[in-house]
């Protein structure tokens, strides 16, 4: 049972963690087999001791006949529950990710008072950010791309919110683009490889005719290394 994937994966949480992913397997909303929560709690209660598929059945389902489909399906229900956990954990620990998600929800919703309030908080939050990493661009993007689809039936003549969507998208690719040119020049001179790469000297040169690197300093990070 310890070389199970679940156990593995259950492994891999600190004391703190154990103690979120507890009440996430609990919370009905989440998960509403108990049996689930049983298998839980004995795995981890033995995660520094060998213990086998037989023993961890009975433990669920007391004297019955052991059946490896019912332990199999368990096992497999609480590793995409820790998976669902490490999710979640994730998208709210990218509050900007987050609001995206809220706001396509309330346009899908037609929650139109509710959505101009939210997109304030984020364009008034954003202005104040220094944009230190090309992810700061990638969540401007999807902001962007959010903001078209709700004003695409509205204002189907204002440019503004496209604009913002290219300019974003233009500065995520290349500076991600440029990161990985470095890299593999890097790991080209470490270990004498050849690595093929798509558009970079292209780009170099449209970066180096256009004013692109002082709209995204960040850009020249990369460009200069």
Known sequence: ?????????????????????????????????????LLFEYLLANLDRKITKTDTFS?????????????????????????????????LENESFYNVSVLNTLRKKNQKHLYHLEENLIIHKSAKENKLKSIDYQKNYLFEYERLNFYAEEQRTETKYIENLHFNLDAYYLIEKLKAACTSINQQKLYKTKIKQSFTALLIDYIEKTKFQKEVPLLSVYFNA
């Open 59 to 91: 433990f669920i389902y007391g004297k019955e006949a052991f059946n490896l489909s019912r332990l199999n399906y368990l096992s497999t229900t609480l590793y995409n529950l820790l998976k669902k956990y490490i999710s979640i954990e994730n998208v």
């Open 1 to 37: 049972m310890n070389n199970t994937k679940t156990v593995q994966l259950l492994s891999l949480f600190n004391k703190k963690e154990i103690k979120k992913v507890s009440k996430f397997i609990h919370s009905s909303y989440f998960n509403t087999e108990k049996k689930v929560i």
